[in-house]
Structure formats: C-alpha cells, structure tokens
C-alpha cells in the first residue's frame, strides 16, 4: 500500500508564493516519475509538472518561468514551488508517482486560492 500526503495549499494573493509538497510512504521499491496537476472548477485535470527520476522536468506552458518542480529521492517527496500566482493558478492541486510502467498513485490533493 502506498500514500501520499500532500501540503502547502492555501490561499493567497495575485503575485504571491506556495511551496506545496507530497510524501510518498509504504511499500515502495522505487519512484521513477513525479509530477503534480491541477484541476481548476469545471475543468479536465491537467499537467502541471513533472520530473523524472534522473532529474528531467516538464512544465505546462502557463507555469514555465513561474513554478519549480523539484524532489527529494531520499525522503520520496516532491515539490512545487509557485511564484508569481496568478488568480487562473486557482486549482486543486493533485500530486502522482509513477512506481513502474502503467502503476502510479494519487494524492488527495491540496486546494490553492489566489485572489486578485
């Protein structure tokens, strides 16, 4: 059984900063890629960003230059550090791992509000 614990969601305003992270714990042999997504009200969940286990990352257009995903192989945790929020960055936020080909888990998620 794996679980991951996500954290760091709030509210904030236009401009503002959230770090959000995800511990994965249980039986895990290995993470290889990491990743958070998002799906605002109405919306189709999408990719925020992702990093692989070598250290790759992808991002959604919209976050490029805004938010860093990095991760902590020793702790199984990743990050997502938001700058300059935008009040559309409005989403929950959900964080997933990929353990093997085709077998991944999901967090709960973590709601972030950005207000203008």
């Known amino acids: 059984q794996v679980q991951l614990v996500e954290s760091g969601g709030g509210s904030v305003q236009a401009g503002g900063s959230l770090r959000l992270s995800c511990a994965a714990s249980g039986s895990i042999f290995r993470i290889n890629a990491m990743g958070w997504y998002r799906q605002a009200p109405g919306k189709q969940r999408e990719l925020v960003a992702s990093?692989?286990?070598?250290?790759?990352?992808n991002y959604a257009d919209s976050v490029k230059g805004r938010f860093t995903i990095s991760r902590d192989n020793a702790k199984n945790t990743v990050y997502l550090q938001m700058n300059s929020l935008k009040p559309e960055d409005t989403a929950v936020f959900y964080c997933?791992?990929?353990?093997?080909?085709?077998?991944?888990?999901w967090g709960k998620g973590t709601l972030v509000t950005v207000s203008s």
């Open positions: 997933k791992i990929e353990v093997a080909i085709g077998m991944h888990y």
């Open positions: 990093i692989t286990s070598g250290g790759s990352t």
